[in-house]
């Protein structure tokens, strides 16, 4: 195998792909980039067993072949470079990268040894704008599950309805979105991989352009400017969202979004490290006033608000507060609660298409 090309689109092509390479595993090739030459193009797959991805680079190729070689390897090798033409063939040394006048080599592994990747496209689609699908996933994923404990929560349960319904929960917060979509054809419902829809996330880049993603057989297939993601799905019962989201509340309280993220903000610094990172909450009159305590010392600060209904102390994670605020997009914000043990949701106060729903914590101060 041998081919020259651009040395920055390579590096940022191994880079993305490279997404999908095993961290730890007792299967070597799993950790690999398989290479592969032929006719002006030079095609990258890497996998995991659960995400593969799959990217299209141009190249000059002088003689097709194809190896495998370490991703994470190649991808901080190639960053190193200065983006200059490379000239890329399989040898005696294994993988030879040769730019300016000097040259370097990485070992490889056969080709052959690479798992078998299918790259159809499924019967069940769905169609939207990059821009929607892009929104949808960056204000859900963010409220999975990290941990094992229930696998299930690592993904977002896409729902089609009249609109697209994407939910992510944690256990103890809650996500949810909606968009629009152009057409629908055969799931009503997927849960798809957090780690899958972050990767799917940084791949779009044309707002108003059309989106097809394909599911079969437990798969997801999507495509977009040269590169294609392939992902496992999750199969099993999702929490139902109507039964955690409360239909009603007690109190409402109307503020400044970014004043409220800024004195929230500050609170968190002194109860960093503390094992619940507890913030409070009292809301009454004409302003909320924000609460921190520790063995560091302690914050008070007020936000102008508008309430309705009771007054209420209330006691939260401050991440997860702040993650929430942060997703939201507009000026002023609206939080709903019923009471200091319930949960409370948080939205924007003129569009309506999310929420973040949290539950409280005891503050036994």
Not at 5 to 32: F, H, N, Q, W, Y
Not at 236 to 262: A, D, M, N, Q, Y
Request: hydrophobic share 40%; with cysteine.
């Amino acid at each position: 195998m041998k081919f020259i090309c651009d040395g920055l689109s390579l590096s940022e092509a191994v880079t993305k792909t490279s997404k999908a390479c095993a961290v730890r595993t007792t299967a070597p090739i799993m950790e690999c980039v398989k290479l592969t030459a032929k006719n002006d193009e030079v095609v990258l797959l890497a996998t995991d067993g659960e995400l593969s991805i799959r990217k299209v680079v141009k190249a000059e190729v002088f003689e097709e072949g194809e190896v495998c070689v370490a991703g994470k390897l190649l991808s901080d090798f190639l960053g190193k470079l200065s983006g200059e033409e490379v000239t890329i063939r399989t040898g005696d040394r294994g993988l030879e990268i040769g730019y300016r006048d000097a040259a370097s080599s990485l070992q490889t592994l056969p080709a052959e040894e690479f798992p078998e990747i299918g790259l159809e496209a499924g019967e069940s689609y769905f169609v939207m704008k990059q821009g929607a699908l892009k929104k949808v996933i960056g204000e859900t994923v963010f409220c999975c599950a990290q941990d094992d404990s229930r696998p299930i929560l690592k993904g977002c349960l896409f729902e089609f309805k009249e609109k697209l319904e994407v939910t992510a929960l944690d256990g103890y917060r809650l996500a949810l979105s909606s968009a629009e979509i152009s057409a629908e054809n055969g799931e009503t419902s997927i849960i798809c991989p957090a780690r899958t829809l972050t990767e799917i996330s940084r791949m779009l880049t044309e707002d108003d352009k059309d989106i097809t993603v394909y599911t079969q057989g437990g798969n997801l297939l999507v495509s977009a400017d040269g590169m294609t993601i392939v992902s496992r799905l999750y199969r099993g019962e999702f929490i139902r969202k109507e039964s955690v989201i409360p239909s009603s509340f007690l109190t409402e309280v109307t503020l400044p979004r970014l004043e409220l993220i800024s004195s929230v903000e500050r609170a968190a610094i002194l109860i960093r490290g503390d094992k619940n990172n507890l913030v409070t909450l009292e809301v009454g009159g004409d302003s909320v006033k924000i609460r921190s305590a520790s063995d560091m010392g302690n914050v008070f600060e007020s936000v102008c608000a508008s309430t309705l209904g009771k007054d209420v102390s209330i006691s939260m994670n401050a991440k997860y507060l702040l993650d929430g605020l942060r997703a939201l997009e507009e000026e002023e914000c609206v939080l709903s609660f019923n009471s200091a043990i319930s949960p409370f949701i948080l939205q924007n106060k003129e569009k309506k298409d999310s929420l973040y729903l949290i539950l409280p914590v005891r503050n036994a101060q």
